[in-house]
């Protein structure tokens, strides 16, 4: 089992940055690929970015290529969203995720952080 907490939601200004925080524990946290996701009011929850298990790869779905960032850190079982140049559309809850390397389900999630982007 893995329990994941994230933090560093909050509110900003378009234009702004954020930086979110996932906190895993549980089995080895080097050996699971992560994710972050997010669901804005209404709508689906959408893919915003991921990393593989070896931190050598990482994913970003369209609407935040070239503005966010997507890094983990093995040794704090830790892994980062680092949010640039934020417009409105990014508002919603962000969640973490993770799965045993490649496997093709998320089984494990956060509770999520919600981020308000100000117009």
């Known amino acids: 089992q893995v329990q994941l907490v994230e933090s560093g939601g909050g509110l900003v200004q378009a234009g702004g940055s954020l930086r979110l925080s996932c906190a895993a524990s549980?089995?080895?946290?080097?050996?699971?690929?992560m994710g972050w996701f997010r669901q804005a009011p209404g709508k689906s929850r959408e893919f915003v970015a991921r990393?593989?298990?070896?931190?050598?790869?990482?994913y970003y779905g369209d609407s935040v290529k070239g503005r966010f960032t997507i890094s983990r850190d093995n040794a704090k079982n830790t892994v980062y969203l680092q949010m640039s140049i934020l417009k409105p559309e990014d508002t919603g809850v962000y969640y973490c995720a993770a799965r045993f390397k490649e496997q093709l389900t998320w089984p494990y999630w956060g509770q999520g952080t919600q981020v308000t982007v100000s117009s």
């Open positions: 990393i593989s298990w070896s931190g050598g790869s990482a």
């Open positions: 549980g089995r080895t946290f080097s050996s699971y690929s």
